[in-house]
Each structure stands twice: as C-alpha cells, then as structure tokens.
C-alpha cells in the first residue's frame, strides 16, 4: 500500500524526522492561508501516488500567500500525467503547501528488504534528487549500503558510516545520524516494504531535511496497523481493483481484452502468457484463490466483464481444493444472472473434471471448452478478435 | 527415491481444529501420510477427527515421534508457530499460511540459520513424494511415481506441470513448492542440490516468477553442480512492472526481476526453457526422451 506525500511527512514527524513546515490543502484558499501562515516562499506539490511530479508540472515555487494560491488552482483539479501515471493520468484532488528549503547539498536515503540477503538494507548517496537506478548503473561507488541485523536491526556505527558516506560533518553529521535511526525506526514500526527520501537535503543554515519521503508497506502487515488503512486513498486506484478488493479477489487491470479468470497467482501469472503466445492481449490479472465459492465466481465474472474492453472471457482452473462442479456451477449462474453475451472459453481440469464438463455441456449457455490451457488460449484470442469486427 | 519426506515421514499438523488445517490433515491421512495428529494451544488432551490435540509442540513431539511440522496457523501466528516448532527440534517444517508479514519473515530465517531445521514456505502448496507421502494442500490423485523432480514458486502452476508430465507417463520422484514470498525459508538451490544427490531423480522441472533474484542464483548453481537435465519456465511474462502479482515476492521492482533476464540467465548455463507453460511436460518428455543429458 503506498501513501501520499503530506501523509508519508506527517509519520516522518511523528518519529522525529525533519521535514519542511506545512500543510494539506484541497482548495486555493486553503493553500494560500497555509501560505500566508508560513509566512515565506512555499513550494506547492500535487499529491498523487507517483513520482515524476515536477517535470509535469505538478509542483510549483510561489513567492508568497497570492502566489500559492494561484499555483494551487492551477494544479488541483488537473490531469497530472508522468510516466509513473496510467496514460490518462491521475486528477489531482489535494496539494501539499511547504516552506522552501534553501538548498546547499541534495543527498538519497532510502530502506527496503534485500530478498537475496533475507534482511533490511539502508541505502545512501551522495548523489540526491536523481534517479537512484541511474546512479547505481553510472556510478555504483556512490551507493553506501548498510545491510542491518535481522533482529538486533541497524547499529548506531552503520548509521555513522552511512552519515559520513553521505560527506556529513559537525552539526549536520550529528542530525544525519538521528534522522537516519529515527527513520530506521519508523520503517520497522510501521512494516514498511519501502522509505525512500529523494532528495534529502542540508540546507544552507545547516539543516539537514527530508524534502520528499515515499512510504509503501508490506499489505501482508496491515492487519496489525489500522492506522494506516485509514490512510488507503482509493481515489489512486483503479475502481475495479477497488471493487475486487471487496470479495478477497486479486484483480489488477491491464489493457488487453481478453479477461482472464483463474485460481492461484502463478497460474494466473502463465494464464496471461499464454494468452499473449497465441497473439491476442490479457484485460486483467485475476487470482480467485484456491477456495472460491461460486458467489466469488459470479463477483469475479461480474467485475472482469463490466471492463468495456473485454471481448471475451478466458476461464482456467486447476481444481484442487476447488472442485469443478463447483466452479461450473459458479459460472452457469454468473452467466445466466448477468445475461452475458460475450463469448466464454472454459478449460478446467482437476477435481470431479468429467461432473463439471457435463454441467457446462448440459447448460444450453454458449460456453466453448477447451482440453488444454493451449488450446484454451488459441480459441479466445481468436473469439476477441471475432468480437471486435463484430 | 525421493527427497525430504516419505512414507517414514511423521507429520504434526500445527493449527489442526482451524478450518483449513483439519480438511487438509484428513486429505493428507487419505493419501498415506502418517499424520500423527496435530497441536492447537488450549486443546491439548482432546481428539479432534480422530487425530489427538497436544497444547504444545514440545509435548507433541515427545508423545508422538513426529519429525515433520505442517503449519496452517493464521498469518498473525504464523512465525511463532515455525519458531516453537523448530525449538522442539523438527527437522522439517512446513508452512502453507499465506500473508506472513515479511518483517517477521526476516527474524524468522535468521532464528533458524545454523539450526537443525528446514522451514519450506511460507506461502506455498507443501510437498509431495508421490506414492508415500503429501505433505500440503495439493491435489494427491494428480501425482504419479517417477523421476521427474518438480520445484517451483507457485502452487496451481505446479499441479499444472505435474499434469502435465502424468499425462505423458512421466512420474515425479517428489515435488517442492518453495513458496512465493519474497523471504522464505528453502531456496531453489537447497531443493536442486537434494535432486542432484538422489539417485531416482532423473531430471528437474524449475518453475520460477517474476521478482527477486532466486532463478538466476538457481541458474549459477545449476551451472556449477547440477549434471541432470534441467527444464525451466518463468511465469510472469506479460506482468506490468511495480505491481505484485498476487504473491507477495512477484513484483518486478526498479526495472529488476523480469520473466526474460531471468529466461535468459536459465538459457545461459544450458537449462532448457519453455516459452508456453502448455509445453512444460512435453519439454521435459523430449529432453528425458533424447537422451538422458543436459542440453545446451
């Protein structure tokens, strides 16, 4: 789950960490009192869930109350497209109104999980304000890791290194050093999958500062941080994950036209592969899970197929723990109930197979089957393209 | 013939009066498996579908002999119930909760490190040595005796391949899911060392996903000690970059963890890869079928 920027700064306080003087504004108004409250230069910044911001003009430096003003009615409101967006980009509903930083230095923090190590990493560099992949592939000896003890977490000599590594002296090592605990701490707290402060900056009156911070965390950790669900916007999301969420699915929507409905992720994952192999596009990921009752089915079905795009609906599972009567049973009444018109390719195997062919065959539905995920994927290509000339 | 379990092996199912852990610990006794009964705090001294209840492992294990832990513990018990199951000194423990927070994934590999115990998952479909023992959640019918040794990170995609290979006579020797969480406790290269060293594996089907470096260490490992043919598929090709993927570990971050690298690292130390997951078991038919080597 990742956050806004206002609300990532908000925690980021609430440990401890600086971060530049301001406030969340959904109105002109709102941001200009902010401003005039501040009562300095404020820098406005469009608060949607990707990076890329600035070049799309969604942050802007105003010299005063008027000029925050302005600046925050003409970035609330708009379609703000970078390449981290979905094409038509997202609309921005709030603006963040901060005091600017005289800048003297841009540095990089971040923490994640280093899979291969099996433990967290902090992450360094001298090198701020620019793409960390780019440095790493440029200039790796820029990059200081610090890879922490799994239990005992991150000592106070890996952060010295890490503030030494970023060329902290004097009063701003020693604020270096608590921000980078203080932080480390918050990562932890809050089961964090990513902190990223892009750029930290030493300001000219020596200040060291968290100009930018980017938050994700761990979704299999939200269970024990209600406090941050209620940070969920899901305005940033697509409305379909957002109603799939609902029934325990995992749908993520793509921009084939082939739905694609299947049991357990992996699967799911090759289901897509294949359905690219035979030359057609998926819609849609979708893990129905390998327990699913036939009212999951028909959610599945129903929210898979109100995407316009799809033209038609590839169901493959292998029944384990999901017998295909059931799941044939889930189907005929999703199809019935929803008076879908659109052509169905079946292919499921596993459990009571024969029971569920036959219920499918004996529905009088127009459900074509298939006896293998090639053969499946071949068909429903060929019955999208159909459709579309249709 | 075979790694890991087999019809010595003595299970102890952990979470056995939940929902899933008594459906899958009955599925598991109809298969074969000695399933010794099961651990659920509070209830210790009680039958529970004719499998006995102890409080803890350690009494369990002392009562019972039982070597073999199979967790079906909620995500919020989850590590505890791994950890408690490797202080009474199981050596193999299996976990098929899916949703552990990671965090605690990464104090729980490090408590095991240097320990007498092997954690596979979590977040996986378990084992299964065809024939003796079903360890998981697996569908057991779909299995067939053979030499076929299957190891992957997804669950359904496996029975996909075991299919598959049963459809062409191909039995398995055993088959591994490793799980798909980003920390979990057997990699790839511990369960293709164990193919390698066991004398009825005649060759290995590596099922990978997007996310992680796991295939490409794989890979190197292959190139350096595995001498049996190896056929190997990514699922993930089509996946958009900086989503997960259901699994919590298949997300293709910062431009890394791709279905094509790691194709092409398998490629690189001969692994024979397989574009179309409809042609896993036929691959491995024609690589056992022309000859019994590794292909390049």
């Known amino acids: ?390 | 013939m075979s790694i890991l379990v087999g019809r010595d092996t003595r299970v102890l199912v952990q979470g056995i009066t939940g929902k899933e852990g008594t459906f899958h610990a009955l599925r598991c006794k109809e298969y074969g498996t000695q399933v010794v009964g099961g651990v659920t705090p509070g209830k210790g001294g009680t039958t529970h579908e004719g499998f006995p209840v102890w409080n803890t492992v350690e009494e369990a294990v002392k009562a019972s002999g039982a070597d073999c832990a199979l967790i079906f513990v909620p995500p919020a018990g989850a590590a505890d119930a791994i950890l408690e199951a490797a202080d009474a000194g199981m050596p193999l423990i299996v976990c098929i909760t899916e949703g552990v927070p990671v965090a605690d994934m990464v104090k729980v590999k490090a408590a095991l490190a240097g320990g007498p115990s092997r954690l596979i998952g979590p977040n996986c479909p378990g084992l299964i040595t065809p024939g003796q023992a079903k360890i998981g959640i697996m569908p057991g019918h779909i299995h067939k005796v053979g030499g076929v040794g299957v190891v992957s990170r997804s669950g359904t995609l496996t029975y996909e391949v075991v299919h598959q290979l049963t459809r062409r006579d191909l039995g398995q020797s055993t088959c591994v899911g490793i799980g798909g969480d980003p920390v979990n406790g057997t990699s790839f290269i511990e369960v293709l060392r164990l193919f390698q060293d066991d004398p009825d594996t005649t060759a290995i089907m590596m099922i990978g996903e997007i996310g992680g470096t796991a295939e490409e260490e794989a890979a190197a490992f292959v190139r350096a000690h595995v001498t049996k043919p190896v056929v190997g598929f990514i699922c993930g090709q089509t996946a958009p970059p900086g989503r997960r993927m259901g699994h919590a570990g298949a997300i293709i971050a910062g431009g890394k963890g791709t279905a094509a690298e790691k194709m092409r690292a398998m490629e690189a130390v001969g692994i024979t890869t397989v574009k179309s997951p409809a042609d896993m078991g036929a691959t491995v038919a024609r690589v056992l079928g022309k000859n019994g080597q590794k292909k390049g």
């Not at chain 1, 504004?25 to 990707?50: C, F, M, W, Y």
């Not at chain 1, 304000?129 to 005992?152: C, F, N, Q, S, Y």
């Not at chain 1, 990562?187 to 968290?210: H, Q």
């Open chain 1, 1 to 390: 789950m990742k956050v806004h920027e206002y609300q990532a700064k908000a925690l980021l306080r609430e440990f401890g960490v600086p971060v530049p003087d301001g406030d969340v504004a959904d109105t002109p108004a709102r941001a200009r009192e902010i401003a005039q409250r501040l009562g300095s230069r404020v820098v406005v910044k469009a608060q949607v869930h990707a990076g890329g911001r600035g070049k799309a003009g969604g942050i802007k430096l105003a010299a005063d109350a008027a000029g925050a003003e302005a600046a925050a009615s003409q970035i609330l409101g708009m379609r703000l497209k970078t390449p981290q967006t979905p094409p038509e980009g997202i609309v921005v509903r709030s603006v963040w109104v901060e005091r600017a930083s005289a800048i003297e230095r841009e540095l990089y923090l971040s923490m994640t999980l280093d899979r291969t190590r099996a433990t967290h990493v902090v992450m360094a560099s001298p090198a701020g304000g620019m793409d960390i992949e780019d440095v790493a592939a440029r200039t790796p000896e820029k990059i200081i890791r610090e890879w922490t003890h799994p239990a005992l977490g991150l000592a106070d000599y890996q952060a010295r290194r890490l503030a030494f590594g970023l060329g902290l002296a004097g009063e701003a090592f020693k604020q270096g050093v608590g921000l980078i605990r203080n932080l480390f701490r918050l990562y932890l707290a809050k089961d964090c999958s990513l902190v990223e402060i892009n750029p930290l900056v030493v300001t000219t009156d020596g200040r060291v500062l968290a100009l930018d911070a980017k938050l994700s965390f761990d979704d299999n950790a939200l269970y024990r941080h209600q406090e941050l669900v209620a940070l969920r916007d899901v305005n940033e999301e697509d409305p379909l994950d957002v109603e799939a969420s609902k029934y325990g699915l995992n749908y993520i929507k793509l921009d084939g036209n082939v739905g694609c409905m299947v049991n357990g992720a992996g699967l799911a994952m090759a289901t897509m592969d294949i359905i690219k192999l035979a030359g057609g596009e998926p819609a849609n990921f979708l893990d129905v899970g390998g327990g699913a009752s036939p009212e999951q089915i028909e959610n599945a079905f129903r929210i898979l197929s109100s995407d316009p795009a799809v033209k038609a609906v590839f169901i493959n599972v292998f029944g384990g723990i999901l017998r295909c009567d059931r799941l044939a049973e889930g189907v005929i009444a999703a199809v019935r109930k929803l008076g879908l018109t659109m052509p169905v390719v079946v292919r499921m195997e596993g459990t009571n197979v024969e029971l569920g062919r036959q219920m499918l065959a004996e529905s009088g539905l127009a459900l074509t089957s298939a006896e293998d995920m090639g053969v499946g994927a071949t068909k429903v290509v060929a019955l999208a393209r159909g459709a579309t000339r249709g």
